[in-house]
């Protein structure tokens, strides 16, 4: 297994593409000094500065992940020893990848989310070279890491972090969100071994379809390849693409590792089974990967009752998921909360960043 990048958003539908109206041209700076007056009078001066003083407090140790448009680095706030994740992005970058609309959900969605499964965020906030997001710190690694390691997770392994997973969807899709993004790369083990789910950057809220292609290959519902329009349907299609590659070693639709098969396959349904799949964990795959989204388990009147009460999940007591009470089967060798041991080295080339043009911090005025 290599690690899968997320292909970037792009619609399939005219109706479904996000707009910007241009600014002005400005030609003196009268005009520019009117228009950061502007950005600075939608988020209280004294708000800004208190997000201001707490990033200068934090000590930059260590990049622990990097995407197509940003970083995350390990920080310990200087005054209470604490260690956060600071995601950064580079404005400049942000904008001409076309990323902006899906920044900025991340951060409308974060910022009303509380659940034991789900990374927390505690502030956003920008400069004239970069976007912030302070978050928890989750020092165990990625989950892919550890199947990597292992080749294939039994059943019991499997079922501890597809619980987890379940109970994270449920309240994401209480929401009205669908995440849209799952896979093994996007979730973390904190120190105790338990599930966070990260990177919201193609999570959407949404009342009935959307019709913006993202997410891995891998992953992908048939819904996505056909660009009909999806709904929180497809969340449930992903948690049978993980079930099955926790149980197997490989996704079902690249079982040659060439995504160019992936669409095919996936449309024609067709799968090969591993031996080390038992037949109870290939029923509940089975109704996950419901070719039609509406007839998908999951997609129901119930819910996500209807996955819950799956025959997969009878040893499951959800309360105790919930309440982290289930003894989890790999723990993490941490030594300390700031520990970036569990990750991989990169560079650390972020600060060159090019500053933001003013057109370009107008669009964030409000992070």
């Not at 700076?29 to 939608?42: C, E, G, P, V, W």
């Not at 999940?313 to 982290?324: E, L």
């Not at 003894?327 to 041991?341: L, R």
Request: hydrophobic fraction near 35%; proline fraction near 5%; charge should be neutral.
């Amino acid at each position: 297994m290599t690690s899968r990048a997320s292909i970037q958003a792009h619609s399939l539908s005219t109706s479904s593409h996000t707009t910007e109206s241009p600014l002005s041209n400005r030609a003196s700076n009268d005009n520019d000094t009117i228009l950061m007056a502007k950005i600075f009078s939608r988020v209280s001066l004294a708000e800004r500065e208190e997000r201001q003083q707490s990033l200068d407090r934090l000590e930059m140790l260590k990049t622990v992940g990097t995407g197509s448009y940003g970083r995350v680095i390990v920080s310990r706030d200087r005054d209470t020893g604490n260690y956060y994740a600071l995601k950064i992005f580079p404005i400049n970058h942000v904008v001409q990848s076309r990323q902006t609309e899906h920044v900025k959900s991340e951060k409308e969605i974060l910022s009303v989310i509380k659940h034991p499964f789900i990374i927390r965020l505690y502030w956003t906030h920008h400069s004239e070279q970069f976007l912030y997001m302070l978050l928890d710190y989750v020092p165990g690694g990625e989950l892919f890491t550890y199947m990597k390691k292992r080749g294939t997770f039994d059943l019991k392994t499997s079922l501890f972090y597809i619980s987890e997973i379940t109970l994270a969807f449920e309240y994401l899709h209480s929401l009205q969100v669908v995440y849209r993004d799952l896979k093994p790369e996007n979730l973390l083990l904190d120190g105790e071994g338990h599930i966070k789910l990260v990177d919201f950057g193609f999570a959407k809220k949404i009342l009935n379809k959307t019709f913006t292609t993202c997410g891995t290959p891998d992953y992908l519902s048939p819904e996505l390849f056909k660009g009909t329009g999806h709904n929180k349907s497809t969340d449930w299609w992903s948690l049978g693409i993980l079930l099955f590659e926790m149980l197997s070693g490989v996704t079902p639709f690249n079982p040659n590792q060439n995504e160019n098969e992936i669409p095919s396959r996936v449309l024609a349904g067709r799968i090969t089974w591993s031996r080390t799949i038992d037949e109870q964990s290939k029923a509940f795959i089975k109704k996950l990967l419901n070719q039609n989204p509406d007839k998908r388990l999951g997609a129901g009147r119930n819910g996500s009752r209807e996955v819950k009460e799956q025959p997969f999940f009878s040893t499951i007591k959800w309360d105790d998921v919930y309440a982290r009470k289930l003894k989890p089967p790999i723990i993490p060798a941490v030594q300390h909360p700031g520990d970036t041991s569990c990750f991989d080295q990169y560079k650390e080339d972020w600060r060159s960043a090019p500053f933001a043009s003013d057109k370009e911090l107008e669009l964030f005025a409000d992070f």
